[in-house]
């Protein structure tokens, strides 16, 4: 079985930087994406890489200031988020898919296999 831990995120004054991690134990996992979901919101896609050859996509409110990356050795995801908005208050996700599979809509959280616990990113105005 596959387990995610995230860790990084916290408070942070706009403006700023936060980083997130994700690591899988357990088994390799394959693609991984990252998602949030602020309180009476719909979860929301923020970015995911390919496991094979590190292809990136965003979601709209992520492009130009986060960036997904992955060390497929330490079967660990990244997330660096930069300058930080208020609206970027969330609980943020990482997913992964099982190995063998890969999702076809990475944006599709749906399409994962795994989640992880889950953190809390609050940015203050």
């Known amino acids: 079985q596959v387990q995610l831990v995230q860790s990084g995120g916290g408070l942070v004054q706009a403006g700023g930087s936060l980083s997130l991690s994700c690591a899988a134990s357990g088994r390799t996992v394959n693609d991984m994406g990252w998602f949030r979901q602020a309180p009476g919101k719909e979860r929301e896609f923020v970015a995911a890489?390919?496991?094979?050859?590190?292809?990136?996509w965003y979601g709209d409110s992520a492009k130009g200031r986060f960036t997904v990356a992955r060390d497929t050795a330490k079967n660990t995801g990244y997330l660096q988020m930069n300058q930080l908005k208020p609206e970027d208050t969330a609980v943020y996700y990482c997913?992964?898919?099982?190995?063998?599979?890969?999702?076809?809509?990475?944006?599709?959280?749906?399409?994962?296999?795994?989640w992880g616990q889950g953190t809390q990113v609050t940015v203050s105005s």
């Open positions: 890489i390919r496991w094979s050859g590190g292809g990136t």
């Open positions: 997913v992964a898919a099982a190995l063998g599979w890969s999702p076809g809509d990475l944006s599709s959280s749906s399409e994962y296999n795994y």
